[in-house]
């Protein structure tokens, strides 16, 4: 039973914990680049319903968004090698890679990446499918091509359309990257798990990741209000 709360070691524990956001800050960075790009890929499949590979894209957002974040980081900690391993021994049997040499952080990186792509996907998506049909047969009509139809017209409005979305979508990747500490990543998450099991005051080390994490979202949070009124307001300049 905790008697009383140690403000004074909450806050000398602060800056040992925030030490590791730059793991944090890495493993939430790197997984929304890489999965957005994913999810563009996987958006444009699906919008054009690309034979077979559209397929297996609906079971791969499916499956994704049906599981949760923590299975999917255990999948790939321990799949992962065992995949490789499978594919190397097939194409030369004597092949062999000790995967304890790679980093933790690398497949919490895989892992976030693939569970971004899914919930991306459908953001983007919906967002270019919110364009108006009328802005692309106008561009079709002056003789831009598909190519350039799709990065002229539909994408610059299509990413102001899925922009809030897409914040949110990385205010939750860098919450759920606390479960990185699962395949060992020592991320802030991790650092208030060990700073609490040596000293035994769990709860002031929860207080001050929690402040961390706080921090961390509210100033994401800025940054896309920032962008997102910065687009909108390019936009209304074209328009006029």
């Not at 008697?3 to 524990?13: H, R």
């Not at 994704?64 to 995949?83: A, D, E, M, S």
């Not at 049909?133 to 102001?160: D, H, N």
Request: hydrophobic residues 55%; contains cysteine.
């Amino acid at each position: 039973m905790i008697k009383e709360l140690d403000l004074g070691y909450m806050l000398q524990i602060i800056g040992v914990i925030a030490e590791r956001l730059p793991v944090t800050l890495v493993i939430s960075l790197v997984p929304m680049f890489l999965g957005t790009l994913l999810a563009i890929g996987i958006a444009l499949i699906r919008i054009y319903r690309v034979p077979v590979i559209n397929q297996i894209c609906i079971v791969y957002v499916s499956f994704i968004r049906g599981t949760p974040t923590v299975v999917q980081l255990l999948l790939v900690f321990y799949g992962l090698p065992w995949l490789i391993q499978q594919i190397g021994t097939l194409i030369n049997p004597g092949w062999s890679y000790d995967f304890n040499l790679l980093p933790p952080e690398a497949f919490a990186i895989v892992a976030l990446s693939i569970a971004t792509s899914a919930y991306s996907s459908e953001l983007i998506r919906s967002a270019i499918e919110s364009v108006d049909r009328g802005q692309l047969e106008a561009a079709e009509s002056i003789g831009l091509g598909p190519l350039k139809v799709m990065l002229k017209v539909v994408f610059p409005q299509a990413a102001l359309n899925a922009l809030p979305n897409l914040g949110n979508s990385l205010l939750g990747l860098i919450k759920d990257s606390s479960l990185a500490f699962t395949v060992t990543v020592v991320d802030v998450m991790g650092m208030a798990r060990i700073v609490g099991a040596r000293s035994l005051r769990y709860l002031e080390a929860y207080f001050a990741v929690s402040i961390i994490y706080w921090v961390v979202c509210i100033i994401v949070e800025l940054i896309f209000r920032i962008v997102e009124y910065r687009l909108s307001r390019s936009r209304r300049s074209l328009a006029q």
